[in-house]
C-alpha cells in the first residue's frame, strides 16, 4: 500500500517531468523481480489505462487499485548537490487525500504486507483488513512524526518491522547515534529495524544484532527518488520468496533491497526498473560480494 | 609527521580537557599496534617528558619530536548531537607555528610515510628528506584546499596515497558523488583514495576499483577526536607490516583503519588507544566480518 502519483524531478543530472512515480509504484516494480506482488492505491481519472497495463504485464496486480474522480497525486522535487537531501517543491494530494483503502479479498489472508507513505491513519485501515498477516512492515515520513506521533507509534506497536530512513528514525528516537536510535525504534514494537542511509547504505538490527551494509558504489546517480521504495520492495520481496523471517533471510532481504536500490538511482523515474531483470542483480550481487569480501 | 597536542574536547558524552591529543599522537598509537613507527612532530616546553616517556614505552619512537620554546599546540572543539560534525572552539598553533620539521637520519631512506595534517609547505620538506620511500601517504584539510588549493595538488602530485574525509575529496574535485570525487582526486596523482566517511564508514579506491566499507557499528560514541588519524595509523601500520601494496594488503588496511577507528571511539582522547591490543581489534575483526558477511 501506497501512493501511485506523476513526479516531476530536478537533479543536478537532468530533469524529468510528469513521470510514473509514487512509493507503491517503486516498491511494486522491485517486489517484482521476486514474485507476484499486489498493489493497493489509487489514481485519478488522468491516469492512463496503458500505464495499469504495463504494470500488470511486469507481473503486479493491480486489483487493489482503486480509480477516483479527480487527478492522480502530483510530486515535485529537486536534489541539490549532494544527492542525499531533496526539497519539495509541489504536493498534490489529489485523489490521495481520499484515499480509502480497501483490500480485495484475495490480499487479506495470511501474507506479506508493507505500509508505504501515507496517513497513520490509512496504515491503520490495512491493518485492519488483515487476517493473520505472516509479516507487516511499515515505512513513515518525517511529516507524520512531526504532525502526529501518538499515531505513527500506535502503528509501530502493530507492525513485525520498519524500513526507514536514518533521520526519521533519529526524529522517532531522540537519538543521534544510528545503533541507538534503531533499539529504541525497536523498543516502540517493530522486532525487525531497517535503517536506510541513502548513499551511505543501510543499518540492519535484529534483536541485540546489527548488520550494517554499504551502499552499491555508483559513479552516476541520475534520480535517487523511490531509492528507498525499491529497497523496501526488494527487502520484502526477497522475504516472501523466502517465505521465512530467518536472521538469514533478513539479511539477504536487505542486500537485495540495496542492490535494487542502486539500479533504481540509474535512471529517472522507474526507467531502469521497468525492464531490471533479477540475472543483472544477481550479478551486480557477485561483484558486490566482491567488493566487501573481508 | 603531525601534530602533537593538548585537546579539550566536548561532546554529548561528556568532556575532557587538555588532554594529549593531535594527529600524529593518534597516528602513532594505532601504528603501534602492528609495528614500530616514528613520529615526526613539534612540542613546547611545557610537554612533560613523562608523556614522551609514555609513547616511548608503547614502542613509539620519539627521536623525531622536537622540543621548541614556548607551548604546545593547543585545540578546542565541540561536537553537537550528530557526532560527525564538529566545530573548533579554540586553536593556538604555538610552537606548531615554527615547526620545520627534520626527519632523523633513520627515518630517511626507503620506509612508510603518512603526512597527517600541516601546511602543504611542511608536507613538501618531508618529502625532500625521503630517500626512496616505499610509499607516502598524506591527509589534508579543508583549511588549506580553501586557502592554498595550489600547494595541496603539488603535494597531491607527490604521493602514493590520501586518506582524506569525503568533504575535502568533494572540496578538492567538486564533486559531490564519493565515487566521482574518489576518481577525481586519484588524477591529481594518488594512485590509492581513501575517503573517510565518519560513522557512514569509508570507501577505497585503487585504480578503477571501488571498496566501500561501513564503519563498524557503536552504540556509545563518546570522542569521535582522532579516529580518522587512528585510522590512517592502523591503514598505514598494516601495509608497512606487510611491507607490500597489493590490493588485498590495501583492503586488509582499510578494515584495521576501520577497527582500530572504532575503538578510538569508545573514549576520550587517546585513553582507548593506549591499552588497546592486537588480540582486541582481531576479536573486533571477527565480529565485524560476521556482520558483513553475504
Redesign the interface.
Known sequence: MGSVAFDTVET?EGRADEVLGGSATYFGFAASLFGPVGLVGVVGDDFPDAVLEMLRARGIDTRGVQRLPGRTFRWAGRYV???NRRETTGLELNVFAQFDPALPEAYRGGGYCFLANGTPSIQHRVIDQLRSPKLVFADTMNHWIAEAPDEVRSVLGRVDGVIINDEEAMMLSGR?????AA?AVAALGPRIVVLK?G???C?LAIGDA????????????HDPTGAGDSFAGAFMGTVAKADDASVATLRRAA?YGTLVASFSCEAFGVERLRGLTLREVEAR?KL??E??R?
Open positions: 543536478p548537490e549532494d544527492m543521534h547515534n544510528l545503533v541507538a533499539r542511509k548513499a551511505h547504505g543499518l546489527i548488520y550494517p551494509l554499504p551502499a552499491f558504489p555508483l559513479e552516476e546517480v542486500l550481487g558486490f560480494a567488493m566487501l573481508l
